[in-house]
Protein backbone atom coordinates (compact mmCIF):
# COMPACT_ATOMS: atom_id res chain seq x y z
CA UNK A 1 0.00 0.00 0.00
CA UNK A 2 0.91 3.64 -1.06
CA UNK A 3 0.10 6.63 1.71
CA UNK A 4 -0.28 9.96 -0.04
CA UNK A 5 -0.61 13.28 1.17
CA UNK A 6 -1.40 16.48 -0.16
CA UNK A 7 -1.37 19.86 1.05
CA UNK A 8 -1.33 23.41 -0.58
CA UNK A 9 -4.58 23.95 -1.67
CA UNK A 10 -6.63 27.10 -0.59
CA UNK A 11 -8.69 30.11 -2.12
CA UNK A 12 -7.21 32.27 -4.27
CA UNK A 13 -8.30 34.92 -6.26
CA UNK A 14 -8.54 34.69 -10.10
CA UNK A 15 -5.00 35.51 -11.78
CA UNK A 16 -2.90 34.01 -8.53
CA UNK A 17 -1.33 31.02 -7.55
CA UNK A 18 -0.67 27.85 -5.97
CA UNK A 19 1.59 24.95 -5.05
CA UNK A 20 0.31 21.79 -4.13
CA UNK A 21 2.74 19.10 -2.11
CA UNK A 22 2.21 15.04 -2.34
CA UNK A 23 3.77 12.89 -0.07
CA UNK A 24 4.33 9.35 -0.73
CA UNK A 25 4.91 6.97 2.28
CA UNK A 26 4.58 2.84 2.21
CA UNK A 27 5.34 0.50 -0.47
CA UNK A 28 6.92 2.89 -2.89
CA UNK A 29 8.52 1.65 -5.91
CA UNK A 30 10.85 3.73 -7.83
CA UNK A 31 9.02 3.59 -10.67
CA UNK A 32 5.70 4.47 -9.66
CA UNK A 33 4.24 7.05 -11.70
CA UNK A 34 3.20 9.96 -9.74
CA UNK A 35 0.41 12.62 -10.75
CA UNK A 36 -2.16 14.75 -10.30
CA UNK A 37 -6.21 15.05 -11.11
CA UNK A 38 -9.01 16.94 -10.61
CA UNK A 39 -12.80 16.78 -9.98
CA UNK A 40 -14.97 19.68 -9.83
CA UNK A 41 -18.58 19.66 -8.87
CA UNK A 42 -20.70 17.96 -10.87
CA UNK A 43 -18.24 16.94 -13.25
CA UNK A 44 -15.86 13.35 -13.49
CA UNK A 45 -12.43 13.10 -12.36
CA UNK A 46 -9.73 14.22 -15.20
CA UNK A 47 -6.16 14.35 -15.37
CA UNK A 48 -3.66 17.32 -14.99
CA UNK A 49 -0.52 15.75 -15.17
CA UNK A 50 1.17 12.95 -14.35
CA UNK A 51 5.16 12.68 -14.24
CA UNK A 52 7.82 9.40 -14.03
CA UNK A 53 10.87 9.02 -12.13
CA UNK A 54 12.70 9.64 -14.78
CA UNK A 55 11.19 12.58 -15.46
CA UNK A 56 8.68 11.94 -18.21
CA UNK A 57 6.07 14.46 -17.90
CA UNK A 58 2.36 14.42 -19.68
CA UNK A 59 0.11 17.53 -18.78
CA UNK A 60 -3.59 18.29 -20.11
CA UNK A 61 -3.67 20.63 -22.75
CA UNK A 62 -6.03 22.82 -20.79
CA UNK A 63 -3.59 23.50 -18.23
CA UNK A 64 -0.06 22.90 -20.18
CA UNK A 65 0.70 26.82 -20.49
CA UNK A 66 0.03 27.49 -16.48
CA UNK A 67 0.33 24.32 -14.58
CA UNK A 68 4.05 22.63 -14.23
CA UNK A 69 4.45 19.14 -12.32
CA UNK A 70 7.66 18.32 -10.93
CA UNK A 71 8.59 15.63 -8.26
CA UNK A 72 11.59 14.83 -5.71
CA UNK A 73 12.81 11.19 -6.18
CA UNK A 74 14.42 11.09 -2.88
CA UNK A 75 11.43 12.72 -1.03
CA UNK A 76 8.84 10.90 -2.71
CA UNK A 77 7.03 14.18 -3.06
CA UNK A 78 5.17 15.63 -6.50
CA UNK A 79 4.58 18.98 -7.07
CA UNK A 80 1.88 20.64 -8.81
CA UNK A 81 2.60 24.71 -9.62
CA UNK A 82 -0.51 26.31 -10.60
CA UNK A 83 -0.37 29.79 -12.07
CA UNK A 84 -2.48 32.11 -13.79
CA UNK A 85 -5.41 30.35 -11.79
CA UNK A 86 -8.86 30.95 -13.29
CA UNK A 87 -12.48 29.84 -12.00
CA UNK A 88 -12.65 27.06 -14.11
CA UNK A 89 -9.34 25.65 -12.28
CA UNK A 90 -11.89 25.28 -8.88
CA UNK A 91 -12.04 21.60 -8.08
CA UNK A 92 -10.52 18.83 -5.58
CA UNK A 93 -7.01 18.02 -6.60
CA UNK A 94 -6.36 14.36 -6.20
CA UNK A 95 -3.10 13.01 -6.43
CA UNK A 96 -2.08 9.12 -7.37
CA UNK A 97 0.48 6.84 -7.38
CA UNK A 98 0.20 4.64 -10.10
CA UNK A 99 2.56 1.21 -10.60
CA UNK A 100 4.55 1.43 -13.99
CA UNK A 101 2.43 -1.06 -16.24
CA UNK A 102 -0.19 -1.93 -14.29
CA UNK A 103 -3.71 -0.95 -13.21
CA UNK A 104 -2.85 -0.67 -9.25
CA UNK A 105 -3.65 3.24 -8.28
CA UNK A 106 -3.67 4.95 -4.91
CA UNK A 107 -5.04 7.99 -4.30
CA UNK A 108 -4.23 10.51 -1.81
CA UNK A 109 -7.43 12.52 0.19
CA UNK A 110 -7.88 15.22 -2.12
CA UNK A 111 -6.90 19.03 -1.41
CA UNK A 112 -9.83 21.84 -2.55
CA UNK A 113 -8.50 24.52 -4.24
CA UNK A 114 -11.07 27.54 -4.95
CA UNK A 115 -10.32 30.14 -7.35
CA UNK A 116 -12.53 33.48 -6.62
CA UNK A 117 -13.35 35.05 -9.72
Known amino acids: QVQLVESGGGLVQTGGSLRLSCVAS????????MGWYRQAPGKQRELVGTITSGGTINVADSVEDRFTISRNNPRNTVYLEMNNLRHEDTAVYYC???????????WGQGTQVTVSS
Open 96 to 106: SCRRSNTATRF
Open 26 to 33: GDVLSNDI
